[in-house]
């Protein structure tokens, strides 16, 4: 079966402290990835996506995320947070070159002064 | 830059009634889909549109839903008979083609089935 998962539904972490933000799938066809941003009463933002290519992809905002085949992962960073990264983060797949997007359950940034 | 625009931002309704979500996706865009989230919930898809028809839909888009592009401008959602579990932000996206290419969403509209 096809699925996205999130691990840490919240991850509460300090202002400019690192942060990685799980994202694990399961798939037996090929999957393009991707990560959307939520802020608060906003729509979904494209962060950033992998296709194909170098697995390392850097995104906007300073976000970056790796993607892992063996470990079917696609977790996301960010070397140094800031108050304004506080918003929900969203993993999708998009399975075998797919019509739709599968999405992760979400995990909720809360950055702290 | 453009972008995906849905209308209204927040809609309440009565349980029973009949309720139209509306997108105007971006212009050159081929492909066309519904999400929704619950509150507190994953976002989930509910339905996409190609070429004039629905090319996929999820067990959720049962037939109290619709999808229309009346205009060649405008994708609306329709539910005919709202039910309180209806109650969810419902994300209208839009894809210019299906190879590689990224979904833009909309900012939502949140409905309040009462």
């Known amino acids: 079966a096809q699925s996205v998962t999130q691990l840490d539904s919240q991850v509460p972490v300090f202002e400019e402290a690192p942060v990685e933000l799980r994202c694990n799938y399961s798939?037996?066809?090929?999957?393009?990835l991707f990560w959307y941003v939520q802020y608060p009463n906003q729509g979904l933002q494209l962060l950033l996506k992998y296709l194909s290519g170098s697995t390392l992809v850097k995104g906007i905002n300073g976000f970056e995320a790796e993607f892992n085949k063996s470990q079917t992962s696609f977790h996301l960073r960010k070397p140094s947070v800031h108050i304004s990264d506080t918003a929900e983060y969203f993993c999708?797949?998009?399975?075998?070159?797919?019509?739709?997007?599968?999405f992760g359950g979400g995990t909720r940034l809360m950055v702290k002064p | 830059e453009p972008e995906v625009t849905q209308t209204p931002s927040h809609q309440v309704t009565q349980m029973g009634q009949e309720v139209i979500l509306r997108c105007v996706p971006i212009s050159n865009h081929l492909y066309f889909y519904w999400y929704r989230q619950i509150l507190g919930q994953k976002v989930e898809f509910l339905v996409s549109f190609y070429n004039n028809e629905i090319s996929e839909k999820s067990e959720i888009f049962d037939d109290q839903f619709s999808v229309e592009r009346p205009d060649g401008s405008n994708f609306t959602l329709k539910i005919r008979s709202t039910k309180l579990e209806d109650s969810a932000m419902y994300f209208c996206?839009?894809?210019?083609?299906?190879?590689?290419?990224?979904?833009?969403f909309g900012q939502g509209t949140r409905l309040t089935v009462v």
């Open positions: 999708a797949v998009s399975f075998n070159a797919g019509n739709m997007l599968t």
């Open positions: 996206a839009s894809r210019a083609g299906e190879w590689n290419t990224e979904a833009f």
């Open positions: 798939s037996s066809v090929s999957v393009y």
